[in-house]
T-cell receptor, first 111, second 113 residues
Framework: KQEVTQIPAALSVPEGENLVLNCSFT??????LQWFRQDPGKGLTSLLL?????REQTSGRLNASLDKSSGRSTLYIAASQPGDSATYLC??????????FGKGTMLLVSP | DTAVSQTPKYLVTQMGNDKSIKCEQN?????MYWYKQDSKKFLKIMFS???????INETVPNRFSPKSPDKAHLNLHINSLELGDSAVYFC????????????FGSGTQLSVL
């Protein structure tokens, strides 16, 4: 059974810092991995999707890497801004139309 | 022109009642889902439908019955509501079932009193 763990559970940084969020999964037989952002009272927004054959994906200040063999992914946020404050969730797709989610990292970026 | 819309946003009801949550997507996707996010913020799949057909039913009590009248709609009906059903329920869709990005609705906060 696939399990996804995210560390840290919460992170508080001053504006402008670069930061890394971590995600690990127990079964490396995945098709892809997604990073989502969840704002309070709102749904999830998919930020980046990395296919199993890829090593990384970039979108603006966000860079996600995937090391499938070791069961790890990182989300790198450059030059953090207060608007980046949200919960970030990692999810892996192992087939059968379902994603397995981690519990998320709650990020607070202070001005 | 919201991509995935679900109603209502908030639902407060008494134990034992029956309630429904509606979901619609205008993205032309084939696959739709219901996820439950509990008080610890853990998201778990409940159901997955592909082109109106049930694909996944993840050990959800049979008080929960999804209905997909067409591939753009996936409604969730809950009978005999219990206190433990209180959670946020999210509808989502994807083009063909997980190989691409998922698009989520904004959630329905269900509170059972």
């Amino acid at each position: 059974k696939q399990e996804v763990t995210q560390i840290p559970a919460a992170l508080s940084v001053p504006e402008g810092e670069n930061l890394v969020l971590n995600c690990s999964f127990t079964d490396s037989a995945i098709y892809n991995l997604q990073w989502f952002r969840q704002d309070p009272g709102k749904g999830l927004t998919s930020l980046l999707l990395i296919q199993s054959s890829q090593r990384e994906q970039t979108s603006g200040r966000l860079n996600a890497s995937l090391d499938k063999s070791s069961g790890r992914s990182t989300l790198y946020i450059a030059a953090s801004q207060p608007g980046d404050s949200a919960t970030y969730l990692c999810a892996v797709f192992s087939g059968y139309s379902t994603l397995t989610f981690g519990k998320g990292t709650m990020l607070l970026v202070s001005p | 022109d919201t991509a995935v819309s679900q109603t209502p946003k908030y639902l407060v009801t008494q134990m034992g009642n029956d309630k429904s949550i509606k979901c619609e997507q205008n993205l032309g996707h084939d696959t739709m889902y219901w996820y439950k996010q509990d008080s610890k913020k853990f998201l778990k799949i409940m159901f997955s439908y592909n082109n109106k057909e049930l694909i996944i039913n993840e050990t959800v009590p049979n008080r929960f019955s999804p209905k997909s009248p067409d591939k753009a709609h996936l409604n969730l009906h809950i009978n005999s509501l219990e206190l433990g059903d209180s959670a946020v329920y999210f509808c989502a869709s994807s083009p063909t079932g997980g190989y691409e990005k998922l698009f989520f609705g904004s959630g329905t906060q269900l509170s059972v009193l």
